[in-house]
Nanobody, 116 residues
Framework: VQLVESGGGLVQAGGSLRLSCAAS????????MGWYRQAPGKQRELVAT????????NYADSVKGRFTISRDNAKNTMYLQMNSLKPEDTAVYYC??????????WGQGTQVTVSS
């Protein structure tokens, strides 16, 4: 399994970014996918998750109403639309896939920096 994130960058507070995570390999075995983030000096935290079958979503309280997770199963790609970005959203964002065959998989991360 390979997960490749893209779409990070530098944006002013109040702006938007869209992250993508392209998956390859045994994607048929994914139960769910998600986005996590890690700011300097802090632990990695969950941002949002989505199930592959039913498309159920879950969000951290800090991003509810601002971020939207989605997936395109035909393209094996997951997205994170981030609106109304705040400086505290600055972090490295990681894509995760949970496989019932091979366990957890992580991408290399993409940097998101929000300036005030």
């Amino acid at each position: 399994v390979q997960l490749v994130e893209s779409g990070g960058g530098l944006v002013q507070a109040g702006g938007s970014l869209r992250l993508s995570c392209a998956a390859s390999g045994s994607t048929f075995s994914f139960n769910a996918m998600g986005w996590y983030r890690q700011a300097p000096g802090k632990q990695r935290e969950l941002v949002a998750t989505i199930t592959i079958g039913g498309g159920s979503t879950n969000y951290a309280d800090s991003v509810k109403g601002r971020f939207t997770i989605s997936r395109d199963n035909a393209k094996n790609t997951m997205y994170l639309q981030m609106n109304s970005l705040k400086p505290e959203d600055t972090a490295v964002y990681y894509c995760n896939a949970a496989s019932w065959v091979t366990g957890d998989h992580w991408g290399q991360g993409t940097q998101v920096t929000v300036s005030s």
